[in-house]
């Protein structure tokens, strides 16, 4: 088994499109560490305040200087032709029987609204304060803040939550998506180019099985150590450019994450990384490597009974399909309802599903640990069936070179079956 495994680590890592894809993922994490840098050649104005010149009465104008608008920056000014031509990207607001917003170009409907919304709010502040008195005013216009009274405070869902699970939901996709198939799409070639012939004259069908598994895992530990390595290289690189500053500043411009820290190095001392975090991270990765092991074994076993390369797609487009349908059914229920007590809840136990729910559950809230054992032993116990099942039924599929499938195969096996026990 070990020559198998080297042999395969070998084929999968040494060769001309894994090093290019090393190189371009290299050269990815280098451009989304440095994307401030890159915004500013490709577009410097892309993150700037969107300007609005106001050339209204001046108690309106008045009113619209004080506004402090995140993303806006109002001027006053008197409206000519060559206002605009000289700033294709401002807006004029001005009054002409009705409000008008003039633009070079079209005004996108959200913008619009944005605007009347605002108007709205100056006309009935204009009102209040010449209907009431000073005082009056004072208490109709102080800050309004409505406090939310929540009863289940063990779970957490801002932002700044939703959006790291979207990330973890989004990398664990693709991680399963890209692994996944790898594996299979070996045994395949090795069948179509009669290799597993030959291997099989050396070690038995259930050791080639077992290795393709302890590869599949092999190959994910390695990946993810280089794409660490680019990050950490990066990262390095980033701090002796700037110390970060400007990708934070980007980050919180994007309204990504909310950081309160300046660089990179300020971040790390302020960043605690306590003992439940780490445990968090253990079982997420956990779940993680579960998951795409059963569906990698699941693959094997079916892509054993594909004699050539042409039929490999009609068996792998329909997990494709799968796989995007459970992925956007996680984001669906991206809800601290759904994720405490709803379907999510109870797809958080079901393997392959406990993958993606699980690892959202536990960035949302305090799971217990029965919860955590009664999954990951639902887990096994699936694995452990397909472990002592799927051997057998893979050595009849790397046998089979009648193209009929892995349908075919295993009813012609049954029929046989039923005929000995006649």
């Known amino acids: 088994m ?10 999968r890592f040494f060769n001309h499109a894994t090093l290019l894809l090393n190189i371009l993922l290299g050269i990815l994490v280098c451009g989304v560490m440095f994307s401030d840098q890159l915004i500013e050649m490709i577009n410097p104005s892309m993150l700037d305040n969107q300007i609005i010149y106001v050339d209204l009465d001046e108690r309106v104008v008045s009113l619209f200087l004080e506004m402090n608008q ?5 001027i006053r000014e008197s409206r000519n032709e060559d206002l605009l031509k000289n700033h294709p990207k401002a807006y004029l607001l001005y009054y002409e029987n009705g409000y008008k917003l003039e633009s070079q170009y079209k005004i996108p409907d959200e913008v619009i609204q944005g605007i009347e919304g605002l108007l709205n709010h100056l006309h009935q502040s204009m009102t209040l304060g010449e209907m009431l008195t000073p005082i009056d005013y004072e208490i109709i216009n102080q800050k309004i803040e409505l406090e939310n009274i929540v009863k289940n405070e063990n779970i957490e869902m801002n932002s700044d939550k939703q959006n790291l699970i979207f990330m973890v939901i989004t990398s664990i996709y693709f991680t399963m998506l890209s692994f996944s198939t790898s594996v299979a799409n070996e045994v395949i070639y090795e069948k179509s180019t009669r290799q597993l012939e030959l291997i099989l004259t050396s070690v038995s069908a259930k050791t080639h099985f077992l290795s393709k598994m302890v590869v599949g895992w092999m190959t994910i530990f390695i990946q993810m150590g280089i794409l660490l390595l680019d990050v950490i290289t990066a990262g390095m690189l980033r701090i002796l450019f700037d110390e970060g500053k400007g990708l934070i500043t980007l980050i919180n411009k994007l309204n990504l994450f909310h950081i309160e820290e300046n660089t990179f190095i300020e971040l790390f001392k302020h960043l605690s990384i306590e003992y439940d975090f780490i445990i968090q ?3 997420i990765m956990i779940f993680l490597m579960l998951g795409i092991l059963m569906l990698q074994m699941i693959l094997v ?4 009974f594909i004699a050539n390369i042409e039929e490999a797609g009609n068996v792998q487009g329909p997990f494709y399909l799968i796989l995007l349908g459970v992925y956007y059914f996680a984001l669906s229920l991206n809800t601290p309802y ?3 007590e709803g379907i999510g809840f109870f797809c958080s136990f079901l393997p392959f599903f406990n993958m993606l729910f699980m690892p959202c559950r536990l960035l949302i809230q305090n799971v217990s640990i029965l919860e955590l054992s009664l999954s990951l032993i639902i887990s096994v116990i699936c694995m452990g069936m397909v472990l002592s099942k799927g051997p057998s039924i893979y050595q009849r599929g790397v046998l089979d070179y009648t193209s009929r499938g892995f349908l075919g195969v295993m009813k012609k096996t049954l ?3 039923n005929e000995k026990e006649k």
């Open 301 to 304: 076993v079916i892509s054993s």
């Open 70 to 74: 995140e993303g806006i920056t109002f």
């Open 415 to 417: 029929e046989r079956e």
């Open 2 to 11: 070990k020559e198998l495994i080297r042999f395969s680590i070998k084929r």
């Open 281 to 283: 991270i253990f079982f």
């Open 338 to 340: 759904q994720m405490s």
